[in-house]
T-cell receptor, first 110, second 114 residues
Framework: KNEVEQSPQNLTAQEGEFITINCSYS?????LHWLQQHPGGGIVSLFM???GKKKHGRLIATINIQEKHSSLHITASHPRDSAVYIC????????????FGTGTRLTIIP | DTAVSQTPKYLVTQMGNDKSIKCEQN?????MYWYKQDSKKFLKIMFS???????INETVPNRFSPKSPDKAHLNLHINSLELGDSAVYFC?????????????FGPGTRLLVL
């Protein structure tokens, strides 16, 4: 079973700050997913990456396969970024069953 | 058009009742999933189907029975509801069963068992 740990659990920051959320996992993987859960409850997939870095707007996700670690960065954070960010990895290499981290609750204060 | 839809959005019921949650996706995906999110917001896989065939069946009580009449639909029937079944249930879909596929989530069904 792949254990997934996220840090921090909660993060409060001022608007405009650079945000970093971390995810570590215990077993080799084929890909890692970053999800966003809005305050209203809806879940959106942000990134799926297996190496290097991906960027979408103000969001950047990086992964280091050797160190079994991924980070999600938000530049110029905005109150609308307030949400829970969840990383997830397949339990076994190539298996579709995702194991989820416990999430990081981000609050951006205007 | 909603990509992955679930009905109902809210479900309040008494212990011991039987209830169903329906899920439909119009993305043409082959794989569908049911997830449970508990009160601590932790997400966990329950089932997945690929083209109407059961692929993943986690250690879920037999009271939970998924049914996939076609690859666009995956319904969840729950018998003899218990207090501990209160949670948010999310349906999701992806193109294939690989862990490298982006998953698209429904809006969730908030189940409260009294």
């Amino acid at each position: 079973k792949n254990e997934v740990e996220q840090s921090p659990q909660n993060l409060t920051a001022q608007e405009g700050e650079f945000i970093t959320i971390n995810c570590s996992y215990s077993v080799g993987i084929s890909a890692l997913h970053w999800l966003q859960q809005h305050p209203g409850g809806g879940i959106v997939s942000l990134f799926m990456l297996s190496s290097g870095k991906k960027k979408h707007g103000r969001l950047i996700a990086t992964i280091n396969i050797q160190e079994k670690h991924s980070s999600l960065h938000i530049t110029a954070s905005h109150p609308r970024d307030s949400a829970v960010y969840i990383c997830a990895v397949p339990s076994n290499f190539g298996n579709e069953k995702l194991t989820f981290g416990t999430g990081t609750r981000l609050t951006i204060i205007p | 058009d909603t990509a992955v839809s679930q009905t109902p959005k809210y479900l309040v019921t008494q212990m011991g009742n039987d209830k169903s949650i329906k899920c439909e996706q119009n993305l043409g995906h082959d794989t569908m999933y049911w997830y449970k999110q508990d009160s601590k917001k932790f997400l966990k896989i329950m089932f997945s189907y690929n083209n109407k065939e059961l692929i993943i069946n986690e250690t879920v009580p037999n009271r939970f029975s998924p049914k996939s009449p076609d690859k666009a639909h995956l319904n969840l029937h729950i018998n003899s509801l218990e207090l501990g079944d209160s949670a948010v249930y999310f349906c999701a879909s992806s193109q294939q069963t690989s862990g490298q596929e982006t998953q698209y989530f429904g809006p969730g069904t908030r189940l409260l068992v009294l």
